[in-house]
């Protein structure tokens, strides 16, 4: 696990933030249920599960009641960095009305910027939900029943009779070469994407049961550090990066996700 910075640090010297009231944490048992009220935020109804059809996989279920906790906790956690740092915007942007037609600019940058980290967050959510559902599959019907993994691909091709030779003749012909190109719609500085591999990190860092309340609320609070260092982070480059920017950007995907996956 990644470090974090202190909290006084990462908060400027101010006191801890109040936990988020009314909010699961993600498998660490609840303190309330999901607002889902007028007046009170954003509505999180296309995330409550109670509004969709219930699945019936238990690991699909499990793994959307997961996802609407885990939207929620960080919805609370991010209002209160915007709280923090922007009043004005949070007031706005609590109550669901656009800008006023006579706003100063910079109200509408900050409104866009917490709506911009919102969706950011979400994607974050659904990442981690994701890999969690893999995770619980893997564990509770064997890697085989992941669809897109080796096993899983031999094993469909030997029921479909597929002779074992011609696979093993397949697999020896396999090149794995993985390309990494600057890609002309990634605009996220290198120190977002850390930003939001580190907010993913504390999640799955919250899905452990063995915290106590203590320990977790710690945790919870170098989540919503990370969240408020991601505030204060630029998120796209204002000129052209450099030939030495481009060598760092790429490197970052090898060591942060190749070096891990390849032995």
């Known amino acids: 696990m990644s470090g974090s910075r202190s909290e006084a640090s990462a908060r400027g010297g101010r006191a801890p933030a109040a936990e988020p009231a009314a909010v699961p944490l ?13 007046g009170d935020g954003p509505s ?77 967050l979400l994607s974050i959510v659904e990442q981690n939900a994701a890999m969690r559902r893999r995770r619980q599959l ?22 479909a009779g597929t002779p074992p030779d011609r696979i093993r003749a397949l697999l020896a012909q396999l ?21 939001h591999r ?21 945790v919870t609070d170098a989540l919503r550090n990370e969240i408020e260092l991601l505030w204060l982070t630029g998120e796209l480059h204002l000129k052209r990066p450099t030939v030495e920017q481009e060598v760092h950007w790429a490197l970052h995907f090898f060591n942060e996700t190749l070096f891990e996956s390849v032995p």
């Open 44 to 120: 999180f109804e296309p995330y409550l599960v109670a509004s969709l059809p219930r699945s019936a996989d238990p690991a699909a279920a499990s793994a959307a009641e997961y996802a609407t906790r885990t939207a929620a906790l960080l919805f609370d956690l991010l209002l209160d960095v915007v709280r923090a740092r922007q009043p004005e915007a949070e007031a706005l942007w609590r109550s669901g009305e656009p800008p006023p037609s006579d706003a100063r600019p910079e109200l509408t940058s900050q409104l866009l910027q917490a709506q911009g980290m919102w969706f950011q």
């Open 26 to 38: 993600p498998d660490g048992g609840s303190s309330g249920a999901p607002r889902n009220s007028a």
């Open 198 to 218: 580190r907010i993913y990190r504390r999640l799955v860092d919250l899905e452990s049961h063995r915290w106590t309340p203590r320990e977790r609320r710690a």
């Open 138 to 159: 893997e564990t509770e019907r064997g890697l085989g029943s992941l669809r897109g993994t080796l096993l899983h691909t031999v094993r469909a091709a030997a029921e």
């Open 175 to 195: 090149r794995v070469r993985p390309v990494l190109t600057a890609h002309p719609t990634e605009a996220k500085r290198v120190t977002v994407l850390e930003r």
